[in-house]
């Protein structure tokens, strides 16, 4: 069995869920785990709803809500015939809960409505899409994923109860084979605690979703498909002259997501690893392309992979007394890393003070300002750019520092940091 991945970007116009069937008919031979986003920029959208309920704007956020609404009974009403009364009335289903709560008063924490308003984006794209399969006669069973994703109740990012989810998540594969049928479609990015709450697992969570599917299920493998051609060595609005990567070893893919490259959700390749099940990340515009498979093979020979973050800070602490940064200071600091939640992306230590570079959030730098301020001397340099570069020369990355202001400069072997002006 293979599990599919496809996000918000190809499922996005009426046009895109048709190829989204005309990919899924040239692969149902195979038994299928269709994972599936919330449609183009929806939970943006729903985003907007339950900020603007949280405010107490009732109206506007039910306004806001019609909008939402409205596109999705639009897709339908041009995809479907015969299946669109019975779509049409899940559909409003889904809307009526929303708007149940939205004419309350908040009285709870916002996260917890934020995952109960924006679980609806996943919940309505795949209602659409299974009734479409349906209508094309690929015959599927949409599962309603809060069933058998069991998750705690951190809201927004949360936990998977891995033992009752794998449990749950191979039952509903049995009951699926046993109706004769071999696909189902489901949700990405959301779960449900054992109190029937709905929940989601963080922004662009489908990708561990499908992970998890995958890993449970001992499929054979995972695709991701994309609107970009597959891996690229760096990201091609940055660089235009960007190239394919075609295979990749899962620890590079683990290195690049965490210097900063937007390629996979960090989470999705654990699961997969441990049971070396490969992924390929393939482009739903034109499934005839290679794509890039990412697997447990070694693979010599890589290009150069730049990433580039942009809104970097550098932090300057130096010891009120002149004194070193010896190991009590640096067990302090790390335990403000600990506190603050914050994963620092470069750091420097001199004899008596610590270069740390981080993205900027504005809390986060304020709170790590303030806690540090209580132990050291602080300064802040702001508007910096931190480039990595994995498996690079030397010529390189002199061109590329052509004419910057570096402040910091980092080596080991395989991977250079520099962060400059
Ligand atoms: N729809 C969610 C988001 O936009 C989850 C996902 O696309 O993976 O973040
Ligand atoms: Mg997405």
Redesign the pocket.
């Known amino acids: 069995m293979k599990v599919f991945k496809f ?2 970007a190809s499922v996005n116009s009426v046009d895109r869920i048709k190829n989204l069937a005309s990919i899924v008919q040239q692969y149902r031979q195979s038994p299928l785990v269709i994972i599936i ?2 449609m183009g ?4 959208a729903l985003e907007k709803v339950v900020e603007a309920f949280y405010a107490g704007k009732k109206e506007e956020a039910l306004q806001l809500f019609e909008v939402i609404k409205n596109q999705h009974l639009t897709t339908a009403k041009y995809l479907l015939v015969k299946e669109y009364n019975s779509c049409a009335s899940k559909l409003n289903d889904f809307f009526t809960e929303v708007e149940w709560l939205l004419h309350d008063k908040p009285v709870r924490e916002f996260d917890y409505y934020y995952d109960q308003v ?1 679980c609806v ?2 919940l309505l794209s795949t209602s659409i899409i299974s009734h479409f399969l349906n209508e094309e006669h690929i015959a599927n069973e949409w599962v309603d994923v809060r069933d058998i994703l069991r998750t705690d109740d951190n809201f927004r990012d949360a936990g998977v109860d891995i033992a009752f989810t794998e449990k749950k998540i191979a039952e509903s594969w049995q009951l699926t084979v046993g109706e004769g049928k071999n696909i189902i479609v489901t949700q ?2 959301i779960g449900s605690t054992d109190e029937n709450e709905s929940t ?10 499908a992970a998890l599917f995958a890993n449970m299920l001992n499929a054979e493998s995972l695709t991701i498909w994309k609107d970009v051609e597959g891996v690229m060595n760096a990201d091609p609005k940055q660089f235009p002259e960007a190239q394919l990567i075609q295979e990749l070893n899962f620890n590079e893919v683990i290195e690049m997501a965490f210097y900063g490259a937007q390629v996979i ?1 960090p989470k999705t390749i654990k699961p997969l690893q441990n049971k070396g099940i490969p992924m390929y990340v393939k482009c739903f515009l034109d499934p005839s392309l290679p794509g890039t498979i990412i697997h447990k093979k070694n693979i010599k020979g890589l290009p150069p992979i730049f990433v580039i973050k942009d809104k970097q800070i550098l932090i300057h602490l130096k010891s009120r007394d002149f004194s070193f940064m010896g190991e009590e200071p640096m067990r302090q600091l790390y335990g403000i890393f600990g506190q603050t939640r914050i994963r620092p992306n470069l750091i420097q230590t001199g004899a008596i003070g610590v270069q740390i570079c981080m993205d900027d959030k504005q809390d986060k730098t304020d709170q790590f300002a303030a806690q540090s301020g209580m132990l050291f001397d602080v300064q802040v340099e702001k508007n910096l750019q931190l480039l990595t570069i994995r498996h690079y020369e030397e010529s390189l990355l002199n061109k590329m520092l052509e004419g910057k202001d570096v402040v910091l400069l980092q080596k080991t072997k395989e991977t250079v940091q520099a962060l400059f002006r």
């Open positions: 996000g918000g986003s919330a920029k929806t939970t943006n924006v984006g996943e990405g990015f989601t697992l963080g922004r662009e969570g489908s990708d561990y979703t959700h």
